[in-house]
């Protein structure tokens, strides 16, 4: 085995499984990182292999609410031989939910669960996979968004937290400078969630581009920031010029 082995975590679909996709058969070996998205995420790894006529990956499954298990997605990626040998190539947090409600009506719970989703886990799962990072001259890479700076109606558990990823992957950038790169992307208005068809299309409107981009295009910039070999404390913004539109 001589493949680079890397981590997605919540890869069974959408933007996620388009990552998986292109590094697989960039020739990655790839853990495809599921909550529920099982079925999903086994077809993935079936038809890369298929495709490339190699093992390209494996699903491995954990709730990255729950410490346990994000402690069992750490144990079993350490003790994969082509990890224990060669280490971790890259570990791209990208699991996430997104929903919209008003601040008064939001449970606590709600923003503790995605505080642990988009800050406990990474940061866990960074200090866990460490060494194996360290060993691949690997690096890793947080999906976060555009939304800093700026207030969001209906939008404040999930805005917060994605903060706090960036800050932790640009403070990390800069204590493990040397060992392990660490960079963000940042997409635009990539893929509408279900419940907000109508706003992403007036969304839409606004980018200067026109388009803010295919979810391949997400897959390429993590792919980018994965093997470029100086950049680090990076925010890759790929939304088709959002972020400096004039609100
Ligand atoms: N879509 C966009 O246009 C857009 C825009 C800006 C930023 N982003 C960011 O880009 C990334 C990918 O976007 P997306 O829309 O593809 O993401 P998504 O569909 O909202 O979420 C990706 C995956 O996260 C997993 N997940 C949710 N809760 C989890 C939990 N408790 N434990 C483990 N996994 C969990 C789910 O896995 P299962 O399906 O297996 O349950 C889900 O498929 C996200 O970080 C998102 O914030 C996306």
């Given at each position: 085995m001589n493949e680079r082995a890397v981590l997605i975590t919540g890869?069974?679909?959408r933007l996620g499984a388009a990552t998986a996709t292109r590094l697989m058969d960039e020739g990655y070996y790839v853990f495809v990182h599921v909550r529920s998205s099982i079925e999903q995420a086994t077809a993935l790894v079936q038809a890369a292999a298929e495709r490339n006529g190699r093992a390209c990956g494996e699903v491995v499954v954990a709730d990255l609410t729950v410490d346990h298990a994000v402690d069992g997605l750490i144990s079993t990626v350490s003790d994969h031989d082509l990890v224990k040998g060669a280490g971790l190539f890259g570990l791209v947090h990208n699991a996430s939910f997104y929903s919209q409600s008003n601040f008064e009506e939001t449970p606590l719970e709600t923003y503790r669960s995605l505080a642990r989703l988009h800050m406990d886990a990474p940061y866990a799962l960074t200090q866990g996979l460490l060494s194996a990072l360290e060993r691949a001259g690997g690096s890793v890479v947080a999906v976060v968004?555009?939304?800093?700076g700026r207030a969001w109606g209906g939008l404040a558990h999930y805005t917060s937290t994605k903060a706090g990823l960036r800050q932790l992957m640009l403070n990390l950038a800069g204590e493990l400078a040397g060992r392990v790169r660490v960079n963000c992307l940042a997409p635009g208005a990539i893929m509408a969630a279900d419940w907000e068809a109508d706003h992403f299309a007036s969304v839409l409107e606004k980018v200067p581009l026109g388009r803010s981009g295919k979810a391949d295009d997400i897959a390429a910039g993590i792919a980018f920031l994965l093997t470029h070999p100086t950049l680090s404390g990076h925010v890759l913004h790929v939304d088709g010029g959002w972020s400096i539109h004039e609100q």
């Open positions: 890869a069974g679909q968004d555009t939304s800093w």
